[in-house]
């Protein structure tokens, strides 16, 4: 059912207000955790894109049993920060 989720147009927690992309898959694929503690759970395009946006984020230790968690690393390698600012 979650894997519909972004098919039904809702949003993860993770996306940023400002960046309008889709959501992609399930919408609690992953959490990023930030240098100051906060933990924001989405999907793997939004999730990948905080990661590559967040000085010092990375993947709650828990993300190694998500079969999304490699994804997310790799998707988030290829992005610059702030992707939805500059148009990626
Ligand atoms: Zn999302």
């Given at each position: 059912m979650r894997q519909h989720d972004a098919e039904q147009g809702k949003r993860c927690g993770?996306?940023?207000?400002?960046?309008?992309t889709p959501c992609e898959g399930p919408l609690m694929a992953v959490t990023v955790l930030t240098a100051d503690g906060k933990e924001m759970t989405g999907c793997v395009a939004h999730s990948a894109r905080q990661l590559a946006s967040l000085p010092q984020a990375r993947l709650h230790p828990?993300?190694?049993?998500?079969?999304?968690a490699v994804g997310v690393y790799a998707r988030a390698a290829t992005l610059p920060p702030s992707a939805w600012e500059v148009g990626c």
């Amino acid at each position: 059912m979650r894997q519909h989720d972004a098919e039904q147009g809702k949003r993860c927690g993770a996306a940023d207000a400002k960046d309008l992309t889709p959501c992609e898959g399930p919408l609690m694929a992953v959490t990023v955790l930030t240098a100051d503690g906060k933990e924001m759970t989405g999907c793997v395009a939004h999730s990948a894109r905080q990661l590559a946006s967040l000085p010092q984020a990375r993947l709650h230790p828990l993300c190694c049993l998500s079969p999304w968690a490699v994804g997310v690393y790799a998707r988030a390698a290829t992005l610059p920060p702030s992707a939805w600012e500059v148009g990626c």
